[in-house]
């Protein structure tokens, strides 16, 4: 198996769970994901993966519409190519709800 979790840092596998919401549960089938990583990973890459997770779903088109939460907190406009999710974290995936 190849690593693809864009991560620097030691061999050890540890994982990041990702988990969706509303109509990003929906696309990808499931509630959540779980990742091996062996260190940090760049949100980007960590998206990436999910949606390659997913082939053949609209899950990609969803994602770009979604709030990030990593660890319960928003990554708001904080750029995914630079910002590091650890590994033993969690990123939740909300895509814009309506109602009340």
Not at 8 to 35: C, F, H, M, P
Not at 43 to 50: C, G, Q, S, W
Request: glycine share 12%; charged share 20%.
């Amino acid at each position: 198996m190849t690593d693809t979790s864009g991560g620097v840092g030691s061999n050890e596998t540890e994982l990041i769970r990702v988990r969706y919401w509303a109509a990003a549960k929906a696309a990808a089938g499931v509630a959540q994901d779980e990742l091996p990583v062996s260190g940090p990973v760049r949100l980007a890459e960590l998206v990436r993966r999910v949606v390659d997770l997913h082939p053949g779903t609209t899950l990609g088109e969803v994602v770009r519409a979604c709030s990030v939460l990593v660890d319960d907190r928003p990554v708001g406009s904080a750029d995914p190519e630079t910002l590091l999710v650890e590994p033993g974290s969690s990123v939740e995936l909300l895509p814009p709800f309506a109602g009340g």
